[in-house]
């Protein structure tokens, strides 16, 4: 995709990106300190089913974000439409 330098709807969209990315990092290292914990408590079968999980999955299965909501076309809709004043997912500013 490609835009003008510095528009406005393509800054909101890679500073989404960035922030979902920060979000995915945070929850990976504490994803390792949670299994790390586990094994710690001798629940190997436990940790051995929390590292099935990894930061691609979908919040519902367990994952920080999921791909369709940190780099996806929603991310696109959601700058667009802030742009045009709907201000979607405000908690992203």
Request: a negative charge.
């Amino acid at each position: 995709m490609a835009s003008s330098p510095n528009h406005p709807i393509a800054l909101s969209a890679v500073l989404r990106i960035l922030h979902s990315t920060a979000n995915a990092i945070e929850w990976s290292h504490q994803h390792a300190r949670d299994i790390r914990h586990l094994k710690e408590l001798g629940r190997y079968d436990d940790s051995k089913a929390l590292l099935k999980t990894t930061v691609l999955e979908e919040p519902n299965d367990g994952g920080p974000v999921g791909v369709m909501a940190w780099t996806g076309p929603g991310i696109w809709t959601d700058a667009v439409l802030r742009y045009a004043g709907g201000n979607p997912c405000a908690e992203h500013d």
